[in-house]
């Protein structure tokens, strides 16, 4: 008889800072920053009733993180599977890469394509995104399976995807918001 032995790691937990408000009398909220957990509180509470809170919003704000993502983010062969998903959904299935990878972060693109061989690359500062906002890079790169350039017809094609301009200012506040200077129309 063998004996497998099992080694548990232990998770950090996630940094919380409770900011308690004499102005504030009856909301809680709570959203990230970094790394750390932000939960604000009226100042009146209990400590039991604010490790009720911030339990509670954890709860919540992870729930909410995790509806957001994308599945496609968990792998190449994810990701090629949602092309597929939106090549019939927007291109009547017409956009069928030959192969679709997550690559280091690109400097000034969020993905590329290469007409030729049928392959795209997507930015690894996107597996973070909405996924909404992935869908809409996606939809942009199988554009160019049909059109290589950024003419009035590849512009019509990816406007069928009804959140492209949404999806655009999201993509150039972040790459403000960090400094990247990455165009989202590339």
Known sequence: MSVRRITVVPV???RVEVRRSKRRTRTVTAYREGDTL???IPARLSKKEEAHWVAEMQRRLLRSETRRRSPARTSDAALLERCGE????YFDGRCEPASVRWVP???TRWASCTPVDR???VSERLREVPAWVLDYVLVHELAHLLEADHGPEFWEL????PKTDRAIGFLEGMSAAAGWGIASAD
Do not use: C, G, K
């Open 12 to 14: 950090a937990e996630p």
């Open 38 to 40: 932000i939960v604000q």
């Open 86 to 89: 939106l090549s019939e959904l």
């Open 105 to 107: 972060p690109m400097r």
């Open 119 to 121: 392959t795209i690359r």
């Open 158 to 161: 990816v406007r069928a995807y």
